[in-house]
């Protein structure tokens, strides 16, 4: 009986599963993202959300596009419009009018005569850029122990921060870039540079050769769907010919603007912590499971920064 219970033993050790001594499976970006404390998450201000309510669907169903506005020290002449022109119901009853596939949506007032309010500002070609003097806070993120790593890309060094993509040159200039979901000024031939009441948010490959030669002034991070969606323009680039084609828009407003229940919140993960330097490396370097060969690098706009919805309490 001894031998029989010592021979039953041996033979359940090697039935016995083998997963309590292998790894746990690599956390992918997403997770980390999750996994991380709330300490690393900064809240949105509303007086930084750009709320565009679009005419319902077919279905009836509302369709809301939520807008975080560029932070300082980038755009602000132009945001500065932008304010301007949302306080004054500016964009109430203009339209979508142009749906080009794999570049961009934009809308504004389609008959180019609707009045602009007063006192918008000329804003100069200078500052599509800022110098690293005049980006507030640049040489103290560099300065923590823990700042954004750099990511190489074809059109600059870039990396993240304040929560934003954003382009360096060798000569110290920052400045946003074009990925998917930002939001630009449109304009006419150089040396306009736009108003800020014609917008562009762009729902293709990220056309980076864009950046410097157009204002960024924000990016979608809510409701996109309801724009890449659109039917695509029936005109040279995606303009549509009729008005029954245009997509209507019911209001344009800063959140802080409307009611207390009806702002919404949101939330990016802090550029300058240990989470997203994570984060960035798994984007960068996949490993977790469903991938064969890490890719050993990537753009900025592969590495989008972490924005989540914040439940009302």
């Known amino acids: 009986m001894k031998h029989l219970l010592l021979a039953a033993t041996a033979a359940a050790s090697f039935t016995l599963p083998v ?6 499976p690599t956390p992918s970006p997403g997770e980390i993202a999750a996994a991380a404390p709330a300490s690393d998450w900064i809240a949105i201000a509303p007086s930084d959300l750009l709320v565009m309510d679009l005419a319902p669907d077919a279905k009836g169903k509302p369709r809301r596009v939520v807008i975080q506005l560029t932070p300082a020290p980038f755009s602000q002449g132009w945001i500065g419009n932008i304010r301007k022109l949302a306080a004054a119901h500016w964009w109430d009853g203009t339209s979508i009018n142009r749906v080009q596939d794999n570049y961009v949506v ?3 007032d389609a008959t180019e005569k609707k009045p602009l309010p007063e006192g ?4 100069p070609e200078s500052e599509y850029v800022v110098s690293r003097t005049g980006a507030a806070g640049w ?3 560099r ?7 750099i990511i190489s890309d074809p059109y600059a060094s870039s990396q993240a921060l304040w929560g934003w993509p954003v382009g360096r040159g060798k000569d110290g200039e920052l400045w946003p870039v ?3 979901g930002a939001v630009g000024v449109g304009r006419n031939m150089s040396p306009d540079t736009g108003s800020g009441a014609e917008l562009y948010t762009v729902i293709g490959h990220a056309p980076r050769h864009l950046d410097r030669n157009i204002a960024v002034v924000g990016r979608v991070i809510g409701g996109i769907e309801h724009l890449s969606s659109l039917p695509r323009g029936t005109e040279a680039l995606g303009f549509y010919k009729t008005e029954g084609e245009r997509t209507p828009i019911a209001s344009i ?9 009806d702002q919404p919140k949101f939330e990016y993960l ?3 912590g240990d989470s997203f330097a994570r984060y960035a490396d798994a984007r960068a370097n996949r490993r977790d499971p469903f991938f064969i060969r890490p890719a050993g690098g990537a753009d900025i706009c592969n590495i989008p920064v972490p924005v989540r919805p914040v439940a009302a309490k």
Do not use: F
Request: charged share 20%; glycine share 2%.
């Open 178 to 180: 074009h990925c998917y």
């Open 139 to 141: 040489d103290a993120a």
């Open 253 to 261: 407003r800063i959140a802080s603007e409307l009611p207390a229940a």
């Open 143 to 149: 300065a923590m122990k823990r700042s954004a790593p």
């Open 270 to 272: 802090s550029t300058e």
């Open 120 to 123: 918008l500002a000329a804003v």
């Open 106 to 108: 934009q809308w504004g």
């Open 19 to 24: 997963t309590a001594s292998e790894p746990a």
